[in-house]
């Protein structure tokens, strides 16, 4: 789920982006990015499964207020933004399929999209929100629709390509930061919380649960899995995007509609339809985690209960910080700003607050004192401090 998720209307509007300015040029990230949204995702499971806390709470009780308010409020205005840009691109997709006014059709996408996650029980709603990460396979598909210079995907795949411009600094900070989203990291952990409720392996008195290696193991096998999904979706697209609108010079993508109407007379009416489903599943998919995200790191702020396995009278905080989020996501609308442009920079807003929360991310696993004899390995410690490097100095590239 953290892995499908993570190919979000944000994520597929920065690739088919990544893909129409640069062709197959930045498709290494995919290779690239893969080893490091593991090892990464796999310290936040890893952290809620050793302590049976969420992320928003670990922080809570290691960290000064003062850090733990400032990422939680980052993290909760930036999900909000990108679930306002998401909304917005779904709205826009599903015009093209039913010819309905946008904020009547926008106002229905959000209560469809609130009513699932609040009415609808959870064990149940985990089962559809696993089904609906296959319809992303349709970009996998409408890959093989097109003409694909394979030799060249091969070899823009397993040789990176850099360019000293602001353009495509701009677009690398945007595929890493929607690739490595910060309100996966807060999901994934409060996630490995639910399961071990459901497990019954939570202790009263608040203690930590007792995992075994090999819960670990399969923790790291799950994760792995999640993420190779994630990233194959990812190349995908800019391989799709990069054959149909690069090569026939439509380098500048402003929203859903023109990118689908470009791919139409260039592929098909079959890729434009995949394209056009695959946007409308993927934010039926993504909202609920980005908005369950925020409304998990604000419950472990201030020590909520917090769990979709209750109806909303029993957790009506938690259910409130999710409504609210979808309310104002759809509010960010009003502003005028066009999807695929809010959806973009959205994805370079995750990348600015990706060093902060990978910092604090790979402190807390390599911490004996939290996560016992579960701490990180040399391996994964050196690909965490390796990643927030990059970010890092992928940012000051961009001011300069």
Not at 16 to 35: K, V
Not at 43 to 60: D, F, H, K, N
Not at 134 to 159: E, G, K, N, P, Q
Not at 268 to 281: H, R, W, Y
């Amino acid at each position: 789920m953290t892995g499908a998720s993570d190919d979000d209307p944000a994520g597929i509007g920065t690739y088919i982006q990544t893909g129409a300015q640069f062709g197959y040029l930045q498709l290494w990230i995919a290779l690239f990015s893969f080893p490091f949204m593991t090892v990464i995702q796999e310290m936040c499971g890893r952290i809620g499964l050793v302590t049976g806390q969420g992320l928003g709470a670990v922080i809570r009780n290691n960290y000064a207020r003062p850090v733990l308010i400032f990422i939680i409020t980052i993290q909760v205005v930036t999900n909000t933004i990108n679930i306002g840009a998401d909304l917005s691109a779904m709205t826009e997709s599903a015009q093209l399929l039913w010819h309905v006014p946008y904020y009547l059709l926008l106002s229905l996408v959000t209560l469809l999209t609130v009513a699932l996650i609040v009415l609808v029980p959870y064990r149940i709603y985990a089962v559809y929100l696993k089904f609906l990460g296959l319809a992303l396979l349709t970009y996998v598909i409408s890959a093989f629709t097109v003409h694909v210079d394979w030799r060249h995907v091969l070899t823009a795949t397993f040789v990176p390509h850099f360019q000293w411009d602001k353009a495509f600094i701009l677009t690398l900070i945007a595929v890493f930061g929607v690739t490595i989203s910060p309100y996966e990291f807060f999901w994934q952990s409060d996630e490995e919380v639910e399961e071990l409720a459901q497990r019954h392996k939570l202790r009263q008195d608040g203690s930590p649960p007792r995992i075994s290696q090999a819960a670990v193991r399969f923790l790291r096998y799950d994760t792995a899995f999640g993420m190779f999904f994630s990233n194959a979706i990812m190349f995908f697209i800019i391989v799709t995007a990069a054959a149909t609108l690069n090569a026939h010079g439509h380098t500048d993508v402003q929203s859903a509609v023109q990118a689908a109407q470009v791919l139409e007379p260039l592929a098909g009416a079959f890729t434009f339809f995949l394209f056009t489903v695959g946007i409308v599943s993927s934010g039926l998919l993504a909202i609920p985690v980005m908005a369950g995200s925020s409304a998990y790191a604000v419950g472990g702020a201030f020590d909520w209960p917090r769990t979709l396995s209750k109806p909303f009278w029993q957790e009506w905080r938690f259910y409130g910080v999710i409504v609210a989020s979808c309310v104002i996501g759809l509010l960010v609308n009003a502003f005028g700003v066009p999807p695929f442009k809010l959806l973009y920079y959205s994805a370079v807003l995750n990348g600015v607050i990706s060093p902060v929360l990978l910092f604090v991310v790979t402190q807390i696993a390599s911490s004996r004192k939290i996560m016992k004899r579960f701490t990180n390995s040399r391996f994964s410690s050196t690909m965490g401090w390796s990643l927030c490097t990059f970010m890092t100095l992928a940012l000051i590239a961009l001011f300069v």
